[in-house]
């Protein structure tokens, strides 16, 4: 890996400003009275191991913004070592999810995104409870592009957003997280050690849209304004 890959540029104005903008233009969760549900998925393969810990933590606030719309479901998602993926069952307590995260050791591997996004499309496929989007947090792909792009247009079709969180720099990434995003409705954002305190706020606000949607999202904009304000000014 070169040194370019290893050390990330700060997050932009532009692309934190086009992700905001993009979470606002997705499919409309529509709940019916059910809590929103989210898929709440982590590159667990050895290059992630430095900011997995930090990730375990981000889980927390999204509950909690949500609590006062009716709740949120998170299913777990992680992949990892020789063809290792885990998905949980659906949690609404933020110290069961965390206390899985926590157990959780980063192992060497390939990306397994395809699985993932295939797992999606089955747990949206069941019909007993909508799956209102998918968030996944990873720094590379291993993958044919033309593979996981067929995958979320599938995801599209069935309403569910994927909104990617890209750790680096790497450009073959960057571009299948951007196609993956827009074929599913969803966003894209790329975030570094300098703007993962943020990366919180961010996942809060996609964590909203899913339970409440776009009333409950322009709440939390104007909430927090003054954050998200600063994201989008970011050099």
Request: charged letters at 20%.
């Amino acid at each position: 890996m070169s040194d370019n890959k290893k050390l990330p540029q700060k997050s932009s104005s532009a692309d934190v400003g086009a992700f905001l903008s993009q979470v606002r233009a997705a499919p409309v969760p529509r709940n019916n009275g059910q809590k929103g549900r989210l898929i709440f998925a982590l590159d667990a393969t050895a290059s992630r191991e430095p900011s997995w810990d930090h990730a375990s933590q981000l889980q927390a606030k999204m509950f909690s913004e949500t609590a006062a719309l009716g709740g949120l479901e998170i299913q777990l998602c992680y992949y990892r070592g020789f063809g290792e993926f885990h998905a949980s069952p659906w949690i609404n307590d933020t110290r069961k999810l965390l206390q899985q995260m926590s157990a959780v050791r980063c192992l060497g591997g390939h990306t397994q995104i395809n699985t993932l996004l295939k797992h999606a499309i089955a747990e949206a496929r069941k019909g007993s409870a909508k799956v209102n989007a998918l968030v996944f947090i990873g720094d590379c792909v291993e993958e044919s592009v033309d593979q996981l792009t067929h995958s979320a247009g599938q995801l599209g079709l069935l309403g569910v957003p994927v909104f990617l969180f890209h750790e680096g720099v790497d450009a073959t990434a960057a571009s299948a997280f951007q196609q993956i995003a827009r074929l599913s409705g969803g966003a894209y954002c790329s975030f570094d050690a300098a703007s993962a305190q943020h990366l919180r706020d961010l996942l809060s606000a996609v964590a909203v849209f899913a339970a409440g949607g776009q009333r409950a999202l322009n709440d939390f904009h104007q909430r927090h304004g003054r954050v998200l304000l600063t994201l989008t000014r970011r050099k």
